[in-house]
């Protein structure tokens, strides 16, 4: 891999070290009519689903800007019902989505509302809540264009989610070795990691970490990264790219 | 990949390779996935988007909101126009197909986004019905596509939102230029004027579509774009050059997006969809989707 300059593009929502790739241009195949307002609110939805680890019961749908505005004659609704039944942007089934919600005990909301001020927030995003047994998490994230996402912010916490590759976000206490320590399991596993980023609110205070990596983690990573006493949840978003 | 085009032509001019070659190569590299592979996804798109002409040309889908189609399979059958019954003709035909497909909740291949989906599908298999080219440099050529629509990602926009009609269907003009012009036979910097010459003709290009949605012009400007397209091919394999490199106009396109003001971004706020035909129509229209609950 070689590295690549920043993008002379002075777009702030552009991210600077992705690799573009050609199958994201010649793709995604996707039910139109709109690469960021169908497809990119489909895979948000699919990753919010992931939360919750399946069909959540209730789902509460924030619209912003473009989103807001458009989004009824671009299906965005449907699309991102669709994502949270597991529907890919693909799915013919995106089209109906909303009657389907209601036949899989899907109860939905949406509402038109400002995520904050034009400059500071992307003009297609969302912030999703999503209910499921008595888990509850929030996601924010957007849709750049071409079909491509970001996930923003899980349950507060800063994160940058690109879902092209399986992902494993997770909060800790913040303890010294963590990071080694969730490697090991990936290694045992012979995960490879891509990508790691660790954030935290202040020092001591609870670490989010994100890691990417090239091969879907089985149940029984998730399982053993449960077990850690120092973590307090984590979760696999699933790779949601061509 | 690439970040501009210019390299990309370095490259394949120093190792005498074609610039799908180059592109699937980089894309291998960078992806750490068998150029098979790729070449076997790019596959799967082109069937999708034979799919959505044949689907488009019957002319019997109307968008969600009964704004456009049916012209698709008007364009196609008719014999009134003086390009009746040629590769133009055809490839315009073509070009309204998907985009009513998409348009309808149809499956398309966003290339590179929906909203100018019909313009390079229509262009490649077009031409190459015309002249009998075969899948494997069809494929070939949605790679040089790929390639030169990444550059225009990396250094501009590809996004109406952010840079307007022209980075949308005007990338897919310098995309699907670029990339026929190699599919029948141009040199890899006769493929790089072919891209300056499509796209210095849609700078400027704002998005203005009709209630926001992705019909109205998107379904007759994904045709408009593939005619810039063909021009510029006719231009590029005629050997024209054109005097500013095909890196710096695409720069310009991103220059001109940012400048644009933010009525002219996808925002339904000004060009067409503000006029008062525009605002009345979308008006009826929107309250139809409301209405029938789609």
Known sequence: ?242 | MFTSLASAIAAAQQESKSLSQVALEAEARDQGRPIAEIRDALRRALVVMRGAIEQGLVGDLRSESGLVGGDAAKVHHSKAGPFAGSPFSDVLARALAVQEVNAAMGVIVAAPTAGGAGVLPAVLTGLAAARNIDDERLIDALATAGLIGAVVAERASLSGAEGGCQAETGAAAGMAAGAATEMLGGTPAQVGHAVALAQQGTLGLVCDPLGGLVELPCVFRNATGAAIALAAIEMALAGVEFAIPADEVIDTMGEIGLAMDVRYRETAGGGLAATPTGRRLARERLVHIKRSGV
């Open chain 1, 1 to 242: 891999m070689r590295p690549v300059r920043l993008t002379r593009h002075p777009s702030r929502f552009h991210r600077a070290f992705d690799l573009v790739s050609l199958l994201d241009i010649i793709g995604p195949v996707m039910v139109g009519p709109s690469s960021s307002h169908t497809a990119g609110a489909c895979r948000l939805g699919l990753l919010a689903r992931n939360l919750v680890g399946g069909t959540p019961e209730r789902a509460h749908v924030e619209l912003h800007g473009s989103f807001a505005r458009t989004s009824e004659g671009h299906g965005t609704d449907k699309a991102i019902a669709g994502g949270l039944m597991g529907f890919r942007p693909d799915d013919e089934r995106i089209r109906t989505a909303l009657d389907i919600a209601e036949r899989e005990g899907l109860a939905y909301t949406f509402e038109k509302t400002t995520l904050g001020e034009d400059n500071d927030v992307h003009p297609n995003t969302v912030r999703i809540t999503v209910e499921r047994a008595d888990r509850t998490h929030v996601m924010r994230g957007s849709s750049l264009g071409a079909g491509r996402v970001v996930v923003s912010e899980i349950d507060g916490f800063p994160v940058e989610v690109h879902g092209n590759h399986h992902t494993i976000v997770l909060v800790a206490e913040d303890v010294k070795g963590s990071v080694a320590r969730i490697a090991g399991i990936l290694a045992d596993d012979s995960i490879n990691i891509a990508t790691l980023r660790l954030t935290r609110k202040h020092r001591g205070g609870d670490a989010f970490m994100v890691i990417e990596v090239d091969d879907p983690p089985g149940e029984e990573v998730r399982d053993h990264i449960r077990a850690l006493p120092w973590v307090r949840w984590t979760h696999r978003l699933d790779k949601v790219s061509s």
